[in-house]
DNA sequence: CGAAACCGTTAAGCTGAACTGATGCTCGAC
DNA sequence: GTCGAGCATCAGTTCAGCTTAACGGTTTCG
């Protein structure tokens, strides 16, 4: 019988491509998890993995065989949900995953409600990286994630995750002095030449300001590099530049700031492993996050 | 994440009832069967079985894990299976499990076409008691396996098995002197009063044999207990008695003996591990059995 | 073009999970 | 009551699978 450990191995080095980012991701050393691909090629008596260069790439049955452990995965998944709905109490550790953005304006109050439907359960928040998120997802470090996407910026589908949409706000443009123009491109081209505020590079929050204006026409003029969108808009209020803020980062906006609604949107999901959506933590979870966005 | 091989141990369990009845059938010993169970049991954090006396049995949620088991599993075959199909040449052993009538009836010429075909297949026969089969097919320790239901004796589904059919024949009446009567229960009512030839008792064949008579309205006076239908044809060809054939076992009736068709049927189906039907072995297999029964 | 960094594999040694065998307990049958 | 069947527990042992260390090949960079 094949070895859903080793099967699991397969499946991360699907995603990630190398033996020793797939052995970073699930702890082990490369070596580890070299000897076990071994034996899984051993086990299944055709080649999985081809060796090309210094890096190694999936066979056709090898990405057969990819899908297989997917789908046995999710059942197992499934069958660990109805164990803890069949459970009763719900108690136990779940670990949230988040974006700034989110631990700071969802989850204080989702956390609140949470502990008044059920105290029992002791949630563990981690502030994560949106790329880190489905990696870590699968590596069954978070069971519950966070994330967002931007018009402009699509997330990519993840065959082993599951997500439900939780928040679907506008975007504003921030200035100090009335926008002008009709529609997007045009209320952006007017602040073509001011200096822009926008997150880190590397960050979705960053492609998808430099995205929206390219779509406008022009590449912004980055001055600052900020993350938390409150300290963006005491930025702006000072005049140090224009920025792209979501709803949730504008509610109280500083004295003198304009706000300006956009039709590009910004939408935020909550994320698991596929078949947990059925996991009476998870299905909490999403309803204390659903009260705390109304 | 779930162990897979003790959700094994616990679908056996669900099948056999006794925690040593599954060590026998993994050939483990009661006692680690016992450990993984309760390992699969702190696991899961519910309890899975219930101590009832000195027996176990399952609780609901066990009952749903196998289920999930059931499900796992399957998909674990056809993966095997889809990787037994990239392979290509189509090499290695297959385990077959008939009872005595198809090992003599259909088996020979059809492991011919089989090796006909496919040169590098390596069929192992197996002669199994009928009730053995299902438990040796889920433990693997046979690949396919022959198994015929009669009229009367339906053979109860198991959900860790797949079966597709192979022969659908009539029973016959074999007597030394014309049958009387329209329809089975007059036919086989004529005979009330003779001595019957029937199959060992515990085989679905005894049982079949004495239901039939109980459905035409009488116990049958059993004389002989002969398996073998040739044996049994030749006994009643000398006036031992009358007995219940099916159409392969009544080729080439000796002088004398009078056969006289019936409505009940028997049919005779091939089964495999669920999931394992799309397995080259398996397809070649009932390919060549089917081409045997013409 | 050489060096360094990176990646995957292999060999050797060690740890812990899981199996066996022995023992004890409980329940049910005779 | 006694015996046997069945499950749990404990101690001992074995082996799969991990880590560490060392090696060979490939890519990149100075």
Redo the contacts between chains.
Sequence with gaps: ??D??R??LLRELAYRGTIAAVAEALTFTPSAVSQQLAALERE???ALLERTGRRVALT??GV??VR??E???E??E???A???A??GDLSGTVRIGAFPTATRAILPSALAALARTHPGLDPMVDEVDPAEVAPRLRA?ELDVALVHEYDFVPAEPDLALDAVPLLDEPMYLATIRPGGGEGDAATLLACRDAPWIVSTPGTLCHVMAVRACQAAGFSPRVRHHIDDFATVLAMVAVGQGVALVPELGAADPPEGVTLTALSMRRRTRVAFRRGAGGHPAVVALIAALRSAVR
């Design positions: 019988m094949l859903v450990r099967l699991r299944a008596g055709v056709p049955a057969a065989l297989h452990a789908a046995v995965l059942r197992l499934q069958a660990a109805e164990l803890a069949a459970k069954g």
